[in-house]
């Protein structure tokens, strides 16, 4: 319990108890009576005194009522009272009913008078508890007063409320809330919890200096990434602190709750507003099957476990390479589920007989396959590796979940698989084909989710971005107009999700990324974001455009049709044009054959001559000194 918060015994409470039944009894008899008539009715009074004393005290002790911490009172605990007063006045009334009719140990009993008692009994004992949770928070709100710090709440919906709740129970967080800003109009000069809504968010840079505001908390989990950059960028000037609630997608995946504040982040400010479409169908994919995913020690691999964990399966198969993100994964998950069956596997997808083991093993119904390796620069001088592993790895899992009759097999795609220029890219389009190929010529439920950059993910330019902003800079840019598709991991592990609900077999799902983002302008606002200013504090340096990387990145083929889902942000490519017409494992097991040999040149040439529009050759030669 917080220390700086006052704790009544319950012993006290239940002395106090002793004493309202008999001002209850005796106010039931006043109410009911004339002054004069009191003395007449005294026995009555003394004996219905000590049934409640005899039945009130039992019954409130059998509802808990002095096992609670009532200075954190609540609805619930409203509604105990209610039961609890009501039960022991019914048990009261009865007694008395059978004293009436059977004894004559009394003068006269006043029938209406254990009405008035079960009433003045619920206001007494109620309003006593809940005095105890007033007089804590006045308590708490007198000692705090004068030191804590003044914020302002964006947002005065439900996740607002309970921001402003949570900040005046806990003086721990020395924040006092002195208003709201909300743009809809309806709820302007109303309070919540004694805070008023005192203007919009545009009037935040005058409400700020007005009241002497020292933080602002955005209250919305729902807020796109222009309000969060706006307010971001006022409290810069301000030179106030800003912080945020988890957005709606982390919300979804079940990693964070509403009331966890935290300071705004890049993917704040890349947020867009979601659109939540027939959730229902996902978990009617996904509950009590048996869900397997490879790469679940990535950071999609990750995610995937985490919100498929939500929908109640009945098995999730942790399948990874990498030990310890596996350990991490599923520690985090046993916490969280702890009725869930975890089953973490170590294996490699490039080994057959083990993955077909497996398989045999736990019976998946639903397979994610998200195991790659994904660094660009890094299988440009890896090539044999990375064909090994995205491809021939990729072959052996849809094998598997052929050989085992899986219901449904999903790939995670990527944008860099359209027109490749680089490794990674022509192995992720192969990959594609080989699922696209597999579920033509057997009509099975085998689907591709092709989407652009995840923000956050090991190895993308964030974290690598925060350590050289770490090192006192320079963080190193390729090119000032490099663009590229940016979505955070919770946002595209949804969807795809979603579009997995959607699959009937065959399906190329492309991710609305929305607008390309310039790097350079997430490299200026990640600077900002950690208190400098590009160029002043932070030097930003251009390196010039890595071996296998374009400055732009497609999410589909030009002259490709798109259509649309069910859902909003995702599209279907219809009749992928791009897939040659040719005997594909031939030429995979070729190229299998060339990785044997390590013949990395006749490799990149036979990828270009399978992938249209690649351009692989062209990369330039790799200097070592630019995989970073």
């Given amino acids: 319990m917080n220390p700086s918060r006052p704790h009544i015994r319950n012993r006290f409470v239940f002395i106090g108890d002793i004493a309202l039944i008999i001002i209850s009894v005796l106010g039931s008899f006043a109410l009911r009576l004339d002054v004069g008539e009191l003395p007449y009715y005294f026995p009555s009074v003394v004996l219905m005194s000590a049934v409640a004393l005899a039945i009130k005290i039992p019954v409130y002790y059998f509802f808990s009522l002095y096992r609670r911490l009532w200075i954190y009172a609540s609805t619930g605990e409203l509604r105990l009272i209610t039961v609890a007063v009501t039960a022991a006045s019914v048990l009261t009334s009865g007694v008395m009913a059978i004293l009436i009719v059977t004894g004559n140990v ?28 007033i007089l804590a928070e006045q308590s708490m ?31 721990q967080l020395n924040l006092t809330p002195v208003g709201f800003l909300d743009d809809n109009p309806a709820k302007q000069k109303h309070a919540i919890y004694g805070v008023t809504v005192i203007g919009t968010v545009s009037d935040l840079p005058t409400s700020i200096d007005l009241h002497h505001v020292d933080e602002v908390i955005i ?21 106030v602190v800003s912080r945020t609630m988890p957005g709606i997608y982390e919300l979804i995946g079940g990693k964070v709750n509403v009331s966890r504040l935290r300071e705004v982040d890049i993917t704040d400010l890349l947020r867009r507003e979601p659109v939540r479409v027939n959730d229902e169908a996902v978990g009617a994919t996904l509950e009590g099957r048996r869900v397997l995913v490879t790469g679940a ?12 964990a939500r929908r109640n399966p009945a098995e999730l198969v942790l399948l990874g390479h990498g030990e310890n993100s596996i350990f991490e994964i599923l520690l985090e998950l046993q916490q969280d589920y702890p009725n869930l069956l975890l089953s973490p596997v170590i294996a490699d997808i490039r080994n057959s007989e083990r993955l077909t083991q497996i398989f045999k093993q736990h019976q998946p119904q639903v397979v994610f396959h998200a195991a790659a390796h994904k660094h660009v620069p890094l299988m440009e001088a890896n090539v044999v590796e990375a064909i090994t592993n995205n491809v021939l790895g990729t072959r052996n899992a849809v094998q598997a979940a052929l050989d085992h009759n899986i219901e449904r097999f999903v790939l995670i795609s990527t944008d860099k698989a359209v027109r490749p220029s680089s490794i ?19 009509q099975r439920a085998f689907t591709v989710v092709r989407f652009g950059n995840v923000l956050g ?14 090192n006192g800079g320079p963080v190193t840019v390729t090119h000032p107009d490099m663009y590229r598709f940016f979505m955070t991991i919770p946002e595209a592990v949804y969807l795809v999700l979603q579009a997995a609900s959607m699959e009937n077999g065959g399906e190329t799902f492309v991710l609305n990324m929305g607008e390309p983002v310039r790097i350079l302008d997430l490299a200026e606002d990640l600077i900002r974001l950690s208190g400098f200013e590009p160029q002043r504090d932070i030097e930003i340096s251009y390196t010039g455009i890595r071996p296998g ?3 732009t990145e497609e999410l589909w083929d030009q002259g490709t049709p798109l259509a649309k889902t069910l859902h909003p942000d995702i599209f279907r490519l219809e009749n992928d044009a791009s897939l040659p017409s040719l005997n594909l494992n ?23 001559e399978l992938i249209p529009g690649s351009s692989i050759r062209e990369a330039s030669h790799l200097d070592i000194t630019s995989i970073i």
């Fill in 106 to 133: 009394y003068r006269g009993m006043p029938r209406s008078a254990l009405g008035i008692d079960w009433l003045l009994s619920l206001v007494l004992i109620g309003g006593s508890r809940f005095a105890l949770r």
């Fill in 141 to 171: 709100t007198s000692r705090t007063s004068g030191k804590s710090k003044r914020a302002i709440i964006i947002g005065a919906g439900d996740a607002g409320a309970l921001v402003v709740r949570e900040l005046q129970k806990s003086s």
């Fill in 219 to 239: 209250a919305i989990p729902s807020a796109p990434g222009r309000l969060v950059r706006m307010v971001n960028d006022v409290c810069r000037v301000k030179g």
């Fill in 297 to 308: 020690g990535g950071s999609i691999g990750r995610e995937l476990c985490r919100q498929i």
């Fill in 424 to 442: 990674y890219g022509a192995t992720k389009r192969l990959a594609e084909m080989i699922v696209l190929d597999t579920a033509r010529k057997t």
């Fill in 457 to 470: 993910s090991r190895g993308s330019i964030i974290p690598i971005f925060k350590q050289q902003i770490a």
């Fill in 549 to 551: 990387e374009k400055l």
């Fill in 586 to 608: 031939q030429a995979i097991d070729f190229l299998s054959r060339l990785s044997h040999s390590a013949e990395a040149e006749a490799i990149i040439n036979q990828l270009d």
